[in-house]
């Protein structure tokens, strides 16, 4: 009979957005399960997304030095064992990450990976014979994992305290760039994405913070990163004293921080808004090339949160899983959803 497992190694490397869906499964899974012990092996931008959670130990992964190459996995698999690691749950499933899990079954571990469907997202992107139905979503299949390893997750919970976090408190140094909320409704507006195939319009973003800022009730903070992006969102803020751009002016632990007291996070199809549902926080989510039926809605996130281009104008959306994909005739596809309609949802979300 073999040995209980006692510590799980949760393996995810990148994205933003592919990381932070895994943490309110593990925020479940070590809360049903207190006595398991987890670790999470992944890039060291990304520790501050586990931040509290009890048993978890973060892995901070080194695949420019330590860990890169063929030998350098094997060495993360030393590194790992020394740890008392005595089974893996790959949520990454690549190479790196087989590799990895590998030496560990071989050495008579249990190991599990997230299936991601790829056959059924093949279906549902595809121009020809399209299969157009909802898809189960990456925590679904994260959370088939653990039930591979012996470990059923709930992620229905009523108790959100075992999903989300506490909201932050603001230190003197975002207070001072936010002010206090008092009685203002806070908005976060993230604009942009990876591909163009998946950014709403700046000409159409910029009616909708305008019209936002009309109501003095509203402060409305401004999420990217990068030079090129930092312009664009001081020259969408211009002019309006309750629009302010955070490029440039927090540490990314601060922006997390500000994020968990937003009252709605408007976001393209990114990580900007898997960070703010990881948080606990209402999203609203535009979707032009993708779509939520892939599996990627934002966690604890209605359906009606989604806003997406017009398929009876665009009827082979989605073209694309990522937003990757150009196909010609459908750049403006994102047009179809108009400002009035995000506006409204987001009003009606505060």
């Keep these: 009979m073999s040995k209980p497992i006692q510590h799980i190694a949760v393996i995810r490397l990148s994205a933003m957005g592919d990381v932070a869906m895994t943490v309110p499964v593990i925020r479940a899974l070590v809360n049903q399960y207190p ?6 092996v992944s890039r060291p931008f990304f520790k501050y997304f586990f931040e509290g959670i009890p048993n978890l130990h973060f892995f901070e992964v080194d695949i420019k030095n330590r860990h890169k190459g063929f030998m350098g996995l094997f060495q993360l698999y030393k590194d790992l064992k020394a740890l008392g690691v005595d089974a893996v749950a790959d ?10 899990r590998s030496f560990f079954a071989l050495n008579g571990a249990k190991v599990a990976f997230t299936n991601k469907g790829r056959a ?41 305290q075992q999903l989300f976090p506490p909201k932050a408190v603001l230190s003197t140094t975002i207070l001072n760039l936010t ?3 008092d009685h203002q ?5 993230a604009p942009f994405a990876q591909y163009k195939g998946k950014v709403y319009p700046q000409d159409m973003m910029q009616t909708v913070i305008d019209d936002l800022a009309l109501d003095s009730t509203i402060k409305i903070f401004l999420f990217g990163g990068g030079a090129a992006e930092q312009s664009i969102l001081e020259e969408m803020a211009q002019g309006k004293t309750n629009v302010i751009s955070i490029v440039g002016k927090l540490k ?6 500000l994020i968990s007291n937003l009252d709605v996070m408007l976001s393209m199809d990114s990580g900007n808004a898997h960070i703010a549902a990881m948080l606990g926080v209402k999203v609203i989510t535009l979707w032009g090339a993708t779509h939520p039926y892939a599996g990627f809605v934002p966690f604890n996130q209605p359906l009606e949160y989604c806003l997406t281009a017009d398929r009876s104008l665009y009827p082979l959306l989605p073209t694309s ?15 179809s959803i108009s400002p009035e309609e995000i ?7 505060v």
């Design 91 to 100: 949520l990454h499933n690549v190479l790196r990450s087989k590799v990895v």
């Design 120 to 160: 059924d997202k093949k279906a549902l992107t595809r121009a020809q014979n399209k299969i157009f139905k909802p898809l189960k979503s990456m925590f679904d299949r994260h959370v088939d994992t653990f039930q591979s390893l012996g470990f059923s997750i709930d992620l229905t919970q009523t108790n959100s």
């Design 252 to 257: 990314f632990d601060e922006e997390l921080h």
């Design 185 to 189: 409704k806070w908005i976060g507006i």
């Design 343 to 349: 506006t409204h949802k987001i009003m009606t979300v």
């Design 35 to 40: 006595q398991l012990q987890i670790t999470v």
């Design 321 to 335: 899983v990522y937003g990757n994909k150009e196909v010609e005739g459908y750049q403006e596809a994102m047009r």
């Design 179 to 181: 002010g206090n909320k």
